[in-house]
């Protein structure tokens, strides 16, 4: 079966550092993975995507992400944090087994960037 | 280009009534989906549609009914409301293939007394 796994619920980083965010996942075949950003009381934002290439993905707002695909990982990393990151992410794969191209998302990380 | 558009933003019902959750979208997005957003469970599928005029069961289907007359709309139903659906409901739609990015609603939340 498909899944995604968040492994941290929160996330606490100091301003100007640098924040990863993680996600794992497993599914069978090549992973479609996404992530998205989820500020208060609003829908999720695109920030980018790994569909096949280089594995370091560049998005939105100054996020990237790396694709490992020996520790089936994609976390998502910024160079240096600012206080309007803080916001709740979530980590997608699509289902391609079943035909609904559906996301499968993870539980999300709630990342707190302290000034 | 207003993107995802859902009506309500936010709704009380008591339990047993019913309501139709609207999600609009104009970017000419063959696939709609409704996800539902508790606290700690990520978003999980309720239904969703490959097209005009089709819909199929997602994850969590029971309790819920789905229409797609027209391709730019799609509506959720909670024919007898019940306190397990309050929740956060929202809407996404997308292109084929599936390697395209899903564009989500800004969501609507119900509560359920």
């Known amino acids: 079966a498909q899944s995604v796994a968040q492994p941290e619920d929160q996330v606490n980083v100091a301003e100007g550092n640098p924040l990863t965010v993680k996600c794992t996942y497993s599914v069978s075949g090549n992973p479609y993975l996404f992530w998205y950003v989820q500020y208060p009381n609003r829908g999720l934002q695109f920030l980018l995507k790994?569909?096949?290439?280089?594995?370091l993905v560049k998005g939105s707002y100054g996020f990237e992400a790396e694709f490992n695909k020996s520790q089936t990982s994609f976390h998502l990393k910024k160079p240096s944090a600012l206080v309007s990151d803080s916001a709740l992410y979530f980590c997608a794969v699509r289902d391609l087994t079943s035909g609904t191209y559906k996301y499968i998302f993870g539980t999300g990380t709630r990342l707190k960037v302290l000034a | 280009n207003a993107g995802v558009t859902q009506t309500p933003k936010f709704r009380v019902l008591k339990t047993g009534q019913s309501m139709t959750l609207l999600c609009a979208q104009d970017m000419n997005h063959e696939y709609m989906y409704w996800y539902r957003q508790d606290p700690g469970m990520g978003l999980r599928l309720i239904h969703y549609s490959v097209g005009e005029g089709t819909t199929a069961k997602g994850e969590v289907p029971d309790g819920y009914n789905v229409s797609r007359l027209k391709k730019q709309n799609f509506l959720l139903g909670l024919e007898s409301a019940a306190p397990s659906q309050t929740s956060v409901y929202f809407c996404?739609?997308?292109?084929?293939?599936?390697?395209?990015?899903?564009?989500f609603g800004p969501g609507t939340r119900l509560l359920v007394l």
């Open positions: 996404a739609s997308s292109y084929w293939p599936p390697q395209e990015t899903q564009y």
């Open positions: 790994y569909i096949t290439g280089d594995n």
